[in-house]
């Protein structure tokens, strides 16, 4: 054939043939496309442990929607990944504001867990369970916990109120 004499011709010259120069190019092309594929598909697999921090906040509402005065009890659906599984638990927090700073309680009681409600009469948080009582700031007025009531991280991004439903342990 014509064209392989041409290529055993240009060889023989000791240039490069257009041959040789295609195969080389297709396995460079095949090379870098592999690469690409495959460093797209390992952060893909690596990257669920790398979102941890930012997957923590749970977004529980708008922030002007928390008024200063009684305390609002406020439903949320946290979602909890761990590497590729995503797990959902529905839990609450109550929202305490004076307007400017707010402060976020653990809805669980700290003497043996039971949940608590806000007495708009008595300005406290009343525990069913022992008759604990605390004040508007979480400070144990009566009755046996051990500590304040924990509190969750909370910051406002862009309006809307976020939290780390994570207690923090309030301190004696
Ligand atoms: S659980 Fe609240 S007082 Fe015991």
């Known amino acids: 054939m014509p064209n392989d004499e041409a290529c055993v011709r240009e060889e023989a010259a000791g240039g490069v043939s257009r041959r040789t120069f295609l195969t080389a190019g297709i396995v460079v092309l095949g090379g870098a496309?592999?690469?690409?594929?495959?460093?797209?598909?390992?952060?893909?697999?690596?990257?669920?442990?790398?979102?941890?921090?930012?997957?923590?906040?749970?977004?529980?509402g708008r922030a002007s929607d928390m008024k200063p005065g009684a305390p609002l009890k406020v439903d949320f659906v946290a979602r909890k990944r761990d590497a590729w599984v995503v797990t959902e638990k529905r839990s609450s927090a109550w929202v305490s504001t004076d307007g400017k700073e707010f402060t976020v309680f653990d809805p669980r009681c700290t003497h043996l867990g039971c949940p608590y409600r806000w007495d708009q009469a008595r300005e406290?948080?009343?525990?069913?369970?022992?008759?604990?009582?605390?004040?508007?700031?979480?400070?144990?007025?009566?009755?046996?916990?051990?500590?304040?009531?924990?509190?969750?991280?909370?910051?406002?991004?862009?309006?809307?109120?976020?939290?780390?439903?994570q207690a923090i342990k309030g301190a004696a």
Request: glycine share 8%; hydrophobic share 45%; proline share 10%.
């Open 124 to 165: 406290q948080f009343l525990c069913p369970c022992h008759a604990a009582v605390f004040d508007a700031k979480g400070q144990v007025v009566s009755g046996p916990p051990p500590r304040p009531l924990d509190r969750f991280a909370a910051k406002v991004v862009e309006g809307r109120l976020l939290i780390q439903p």
């Open 33 to 60: 496309i592999s690469a690409l594929l495959g460093a797209t598909g390992l952060s893909y697999f690596i990257s669920p442990a790398f979102k941890k921090d930012e997957e923590d906040w749970v977004d529980i």
